[in-house]
Every structure is written in structure tokens, then in C-alpha cells.
């Protein structure tokens, strides 16, 4: 069965730093690949995406994110981090053709402290 | 462009009543999917519909329906509500998968306490 699995729950770091979250799949071949961010009281807004070409890929917010086939990972990554981004990321993996229901993962806590 | 929008934004329920949500989506997108949302579980499908009509389970079905009359709207009904059924309800569409890339598009959310 498909899974996408987010390792961290909470991912702490202070204002001005940079961020790594990691999210790995499996999956036999190149699924869509997004990654969502989810405010306080909020619902879901897309930050990026990938389903082909260039293996790093920019997003909204400066995010930007790197697919890596040979680790079935696609982890989001921002070099300075700002209060505002503080929020619930979660990764989430389509297969291709004409699959439409998504796979998401259980989503890491960002904290950011001043 | 509204996006998608949820009502109601909360709602009490005591064990037994019912009520629906409803969602609707002004992007004319294919595809409506209902999840709920709890502490340390992510997001779980609860049912989707590909298209006006049609309507399919997903990975927490029991205690819920769901219909899509319209492309617009994807109601979700809760017929005897249940404690267990506290949570938060996130309703999402997107495009075909023949048609974009899938991505989804959330609305706010509905905040439901059963007691």
C-alpha cells in the first residue's frame, strides 16, 4: 500500500534560521508530489508542487523543495525562517495516470521561537 | 472568486441529532472530497466524488453520507451523530487528473462537538 511518511512531529527553531522538513513516499514510480501548510484555524493552502522536469522546485512563501528519486523523498526546505511561518506542514503524494485521491502525510508542527 | 467555502464554521451536536455540511466550490472543479481532522492523525478521507452524481467511500466512511447534486456543492451528512465524530471538517476539491495536476484547494473548515 502507498504511504507517505512525515518523521517529525515538531520541528523547533528559532527565528532567522533555516528549516528542513522531511517527507518520504513509497511508491513504485514518480507520483505528484505537494506539500500544504496549514495556518491555526485554517484550512489547507497549497505551497508547491512536482510532477516532472527540474527536481527543485520553488513555491510560494520562499519555500522550495527538492525531489529525490534515489531517496523516494521530496523534502521542503527555507533558508531564513520568519515568525509568520509557524504552522502545521504536511506532505502529500498522488499517484500519476489517472489516480485522484491523494495520500497525506500525518503532518510536522513547525515552532519558531523568537 | 470565493474558492471553497464551508458552513457552518461550528456547530454543538448532542449524541443522536443530525445535520449536514455543506461545501461549495466556484472553481468548477471535478473532483470534492470530505476529511476530518484529528490531533496526531493527519487528514483522513471520508468520502469523494469524481464528478456530479457519483460519490465513493474513502478510508473513514461509517457514520457518514455524503451527495453531490450539483457539481457545485458536496454535502456531507452526519445522521446520528456520535461523540466519536468530534472533529474538524475540512471539504477540498480539484481539478480531473487528466486536466492539471491535481493539486487540491481546501475551504476554512467546520468545528463539530458532539456531547
Known amino acids: 500500500a502507498q504511504s507517505v511518511t512525515q518523521p517529525d512531529i515538531h520541528i523547533t527553531v528559532s527565528e532567522g534560521a533555516s528549516l528542513e522538513l522531511r517527507c518520504n513516499y513509497s511508491y513504485g514510480a514518480t507520483p505528484y508530489l505537494f506539500w500544504y501548510v496549514q495556518s491555526p484555524g485554517q484550512g489547507l493552502q497549497l505551497l508547491l508542487k512536482?510532477?516532472?522536469?527540474?527536481?527543485l522546485v520553488q513555491g510560494i512563501k520562499g519555500f522550495e523543495a527538492e525531489f529525490k528519486r534515489s531517496q523516494s523523498s521530496f523534502n521542503l526546505r527555507k533558508p531564513s525562517v520568519h515568525w509568520s511561518d509557524a504552522a502545521e506542514y504536511f506532505c502529500a503524494v498522488r499517484l500519476g495516470g489517472g489516480s485522484y485521491i491523494p495520500t497525506f502525510g500525518r503532518g510536522t508542527s513547525l515552532i519558531v521561537h523568537p | 472568486n470565493a474558492g471553497v467555502t464551508q458552513t457552518p464554521k461550528f456547530r454543538v451536536l448532542k449524541t443522536g441529532q443530525s445535520m449536514t455540511l455543506l461545501c461549495a466550490q466556484d472553481m468548477n472543479h471535478e473532483y470534492m472530497y470530505w476529511y476530518r481532522q484529528d490531533p496526531g492523525m493527519g487528514l483522513r478521507l471520508i468520502h469523494y466524488s469524481v464528478g456530479e452524481g457519483t460519490t465513493a467511500k474513502g478510508e473513514v466512511p461509517d457514520g457518514y453520507n455524503v451527495s453531490r447534486l450539483k457539481k457545485q456543492n458536496f454535502l456531507l451528512g452526519l445522521e446520528s451523530a456520535a461523540p466519536s465524530q468530534t472533529s474538524v471538517y475540512f471539504c477540498a476539491s480539484s481539478t480531473a487528473p487528466d486536466r492539471g495536476t491535481g493539486e487540491q484547494y481546501f475551504g476554512p473548515g467546520t468545528r463539530l462537538t458532539v456531547t
Open positions: 512536482y510532477f516532472s522536469g527540474d527536481t
